[in-house]
């Protein structure tokens, strides 16, 4: 196999130099591990998981079938049945920019694009599965599912949105995005070097192509079994039944706005479609107690754990429903798969969403509402400073540069945040719960 082929196809170009100055063939390709591609520079993250699946898929290939000579070819034999959420992606207005730059800029404006495709679908786990000049197709929920590919699949696409429209190029590029899931039969790589791709039989991908073509430039259109797996997570524009090429009937589509300001993932993806509350009454009866005893100025804190769809939630609703009637501050805080690397990110997200914030305000607005939001408590100007880069807004020149030392600044943090959370709480001293 040529290498350095081989990472054109996954538009990885830029490693190539590294690849051969370290003596990387095709056999020791298939050997290479994070630890091995962070020696060779590949410092990226994005770029890390897209050379670690792609090994993968190699590695699989040629346990399959060693023969140098039968790689490359489809075994149908060993293709699956699998259920994935398909993205498609298309640079608006391509034709237009053919005709109106040299070659030689083209190229550069489409590698610059599929490059940014490729670094934010990775982070959402989606695995590109091909390049069409300016289009491109990526799964999610292969190879690797995930029980939120779907959800991963619409925040990859929002996010795809935002990252294109900031590519530095001579002209601002947009894009259009269809989604679609639902189930498919994914078979053996075909082809090889940069004409290598993963194939796909079924309506899914057709369908994502077709809703692909409804979206209006910088939009993100969705198809029924791709709602239904996203709950509440995103407001949505109902688009009805539309007629699609290829499909006999009309079918539903809708177009992705934004992120929902709904906090619980519980409450997002199970609405009201939840069956009576059954058991779990010596539990409940233990939360009641110990909230008697905090309104009781016992001060009580209870850690509610277990593995993963065990019913905590559903538990702390039931908690919540039962208090309806006593006076309390409900203060709720939720850690997100999807923002590991922030710090602090429960206080921020709450934060957000008791200023207000909304996706299209400028910095200024968000550092109105910040400001409004912690008025009544009237913080120095330092905690201010220190709460807009908590949230990752540039701080200058509105608020001066502090000059604290690192631990100093994070010990101030916490003490700011605290302050905040207080604030954004409506000061409450009596009885809460998280």
Known sequence: MDVAAWLHGLGLQQYEQAFRENAIDDAVLLELTADDLKDLGVNLVGHRRKLLAAIAALRSESRRDPRP?????????????????????????????????????????????????ADTVARFAGFVAKYM????????????????DAE?????????????????APQRLQVRIGIATGLVVVGDLIGAGSAQEQT????????????????QAGTLVIADGTRRQIGALFEIEDLGPQPLAGFAEPQPA??????????????????????????????IELLLRRWQRATAGDGQVVLVSGEAGIGKSRLIGVLHDRLAGEPHTRMRYFCSPHHQDSALYPFSSQLERAAGFAREDTVKTKLD??????????????????????????????????????????????????????????????????
């Open 254 to 283: 809708w177009r992705v706005v934004r992120e929902s300001d709904v906090m619980s993932r519980f409450e997002a993806l199970r609405g009201e479609a939840l069956t009576p509350f059954v058991g779990r009454e010596d539990e």
């Open 69 to 117: 000579e039968a790689r490359g070819v489809a075994d149908t034999s060993i293709a699956e049945r699998r259920h994935l959420t398909v993205m498609f992606c298309d640079l608006v207005g391509s034709t237009a920019l053919s005709t109106r730059y040299d070659p030689e800029e083209l190229r550069e404006i489409v590698g610059a694009y599929h490059r940014c495709v």
């Open 369 to 434: 509402k910040l400001e409004a939001l912690l008025a009544p408590a009237s913080p120095p100007r330092e905690d201010f400073a220190l709460l807009a880069e908590l949230l990752s807004l540039p701080a200058e020149p509105r608020y001066p540069p502090l000059g604290l030392s690192p631990q100093r600044k994070k010990n101030k943090t916490f003490e700011c945040v605290a302050a905040a959370t207080r604030s954004a709480g409506g000061g409450a001293a009596g009885p809460f719960y998280l």
């Open 152 to 168: 991963q699949a619409v925040r990859a696409g929002l996010a795809l949105i935002d990252a294109v429209g900031e590519l530095q």
């Open 133 to 148: 000049g300016d289009g491109v197709l990526i799964y999610f929920g292969y190879p690797e599912a995930h029980e939120d």
């Open 200 to 215: 796909i039989v079924g309506e899914t991908p057709n369908l994502a192509a077709r809703l692909q073509t409804l979206a």
